[in-house]
């Protein structure tokens, strides 16, 4: 069974740095057959996806982060990363990762972390 | 930027069917999954690829598509049922969802 699990801190001030972890068991992320992506879920803008990380050397961002976020992995630990610099309120949401069948469906997803930015 | 757009709410008495639609240009040159979200809980997929149904879906949760609209149908609906649902496609390698329906069964 394929499980992903978010962990990082739940709070960050506002024009610091996000850093987030998803642990992944049951699947490797180095099979060049998935994609492993990051998306996230706000109140004012639902759903939205942050980018994608692939062993192949793959990584895609959503233009309208791209500025600022960084995705990265650990293939030894099977572990994948995502970074957001310069927070604001704006980025207060549930940060999920999910396993991509390439450029086609998310699954399974994590369970979310809410990640709050305030000072 | 490229958008999916649902209602925000569809209602249904039990046993009857629940239909959302999901409309965005040149749809139907692009595959669409569905998700469901329960409160208090992550999306789960419910259809890949306009209509495929992953394993533990029941059947009589179906998708379709045609021109700019993608539909996604539950028949004989149960309070179970009664979620979120999103719609998702890609635009040019950027994943897209849609704004969510509300499913109430009632």
């Known amino acids: 069974q394929v499980q992903l699990q978010e962990s990082g801190p739940g709070l960050v001030k506002p024009s610091q740095t996000l850093s987030l972890t998803c642990n992944v068991s049951?699947?490797?992320?180095?099979?060049?057959?998935?994609?492993w992506s990051w998306i996230r879920q706000s109140a004012g803008k639902g759903l939205e996806w942050i980018g994608r990380?692939?062993?192949?050397?793959?990584?895609r961002y959503n233009p309208s982060l791209k500025s600022r976020v960084s995705i990265t992995a650990d293939a030894s630990n099977n572990q994948f990363f995502l970074t957001l610099e310069s927070v604001t309120a704006a980025d207060t949401a549930i940060y999920y990762c999910?396993?991509?069948?390439?450029?086609?469906?998310?699954?399974?997803w994590g369970h979310g972390l809410l990640v709050t930015v305030s000072s | 930027s490229y958008e999916l757009t649902q209602p925000p709410s569809v209602s249904v008495s039990p046993g009857q069917t629940a239909t959302i639609p999901c409309s965005g240009g040149?749809?139907?040159?692009?595959?669409i999954s569905w998700y469901r979200q329960k409160p208090g809980q992550s999306p789960v997929l419910v259809i890949y690829?306009?209509?495929k149904r992953p394993s533990g879906i029941p059947e009589r949760i179906s998708g379709s598509s045609s021109g700019n609209t993608a539909t996604l149908t539950i028949s004989g609906a149960q309070a179970m049922d009664e979620a979120d649902y999103y719609c998702?496609?890609?635009?040019f390698g950027t994943g897209v969802f849609g704004g969510g329906t509300k499913v109430t069964v009632l």
């Open positions: 999910a396993r991509e069948i390439p450029i086609d469906w998310f699954d399974p």
């Open positions: 049951g699947s490797s992320i180095n099979s060049p057959a998935y994609y």
């Open positions: 990380f692939c062993i192949d050397g793959t990584i």
């Open positions: 040149n749809l139907g040159q692009k595959y």
């Open positions: 690829q306009d209509k």
């Open positions: 998702q496609a890609w635009d």
